[in-house]
């Protein structure tokens, strides 16, 4: 064997040496082989896995991008047949003369909110229009970081008091919680807020400059921190806390017990 072949063989044999011993074992036969392959092919999945969630929190997150609040199947410029009036950063709906006034604290972004209003708009409506309640509708920015980015409940309750001042806030109002964005999520952005007006027949010059500015953030916060340092508004939370939590719901300074579903009915009955 001439000395050039010896030395072809030596370096064939230094490479396959020099081969990394995942490569080794991935050509292995046997139990150590099918090892190395299922390993590889767990963790190919988890990627695939990981990367598909990333996506879907992603789209869900951001699901309120570039789209329109839902402004209902009948928008109507149409003012409603009670009073609505700004009162600071309060919203009052009703007669002054309505023999119960209900204070009602929420928050746009709030879930029970939503829940609370799906459930009991109508029979409020109901009672408003008839001149037997008039309600305080305080919107507040309880859960202003819980939107991402932070500041959704402020900038919707600066843009329900817009809606007030425009003549629009009971369609506005019902819009929002309708179509609410989920908590931990993106809320709408002022553009969207403005053009809900837009769809509700808000033709008012002021209307978006009043949402788009924050024109009344500073009544929102006074209220909150109003309402935050209030002690009859202050409840025991299941856990055994304290303090203020939204919806509320309080009439003469009272919590309103909203666990039987004629709470209403009774608070008209008693005060007949």
């Keep these: 064997m001439g000395g050039a072949e010896r030395n072809a063989r030596k370096k064939r044999q230094a490479q396959t040496t020099g081969r990394s011993p995942a490569v080794a074992a991935a050509r292995k036969s046997g139990p150590d082989r099918k090892k190395v392959v299922v390993g590889v092919v767990v963790v190919v999945v988890l990627?695939?896995?990981v990367v598909g969630g990333v996506l879907i929190y992603n789209n869900?997150?951001?699901a309120t991008e570039g789209e329109n609040i839902n402004a209902g199947t009948t928008p109507s410029a149409t003012a409603p047949d009670?009073?609505?009036e700004r009162d600071g950063g309060i919203v009052?709906?009703?007669q002054s003369d309505a023999k119960v006034t209900l204070e009602v604290y929420e928050d746009f972004l709030c879930p029970a909110c939503r829940q609370f209003e799906e459930t009991y708009a109508g029979d409020i409506e109901k009672y408003v229009g008839d001149g037997t309640v008039r309600v305080r509708y305080h919107m507040l920015p309880m859960l202003n970081e819980r939107s991402d980015p932070p500041g959704y409940s402020m900038d919707s309750a600066n843009a329900g008091l817009c809606a007030a001042d425009a003549g629009q806030f009971p369609a506005y109002h019902k819009s929002l919680?309708?179509?609410?964005p989920e908590e931990g999520s993106r809320g709408w952005d002022d553009q969207q807020l403005a053009k809900l007006g837009t769809d509700l027949g808000i033709t008012d010059p002021n209307f978006t400059s009043c949402v788009t500015s924050g024109k009344y953030?500073?009544?929102v916060q006074k209220n909150f921190d109003e309402v935050k340092a209030a002690p009859y508004l202050q409840q025991e939370f299941p856990?055994?806390?304290k303090g203020f939590g939204t919806p509320t719901l309080a009439v003469d300074e009272k919590v309103v017990d909203t666990a039987k579903a004629d709470w209403l009915d009774q608070l008209v009955r008693s005060a007949a």
């Design 47 to 49: 990627a695939v896995a």
């Design 60 to 62: 869900q997150k951001n």
């Design 82 to 84: 009670y009073p609505v």
């Design 92 to 94: 009052v709906v009703g």
């Design 177 to 180: 919680f309708g179509d609410q």
């Design 217 to 219: 953030d500073g009544l």
């Design 239 to 241: 856990d055994g806390s």
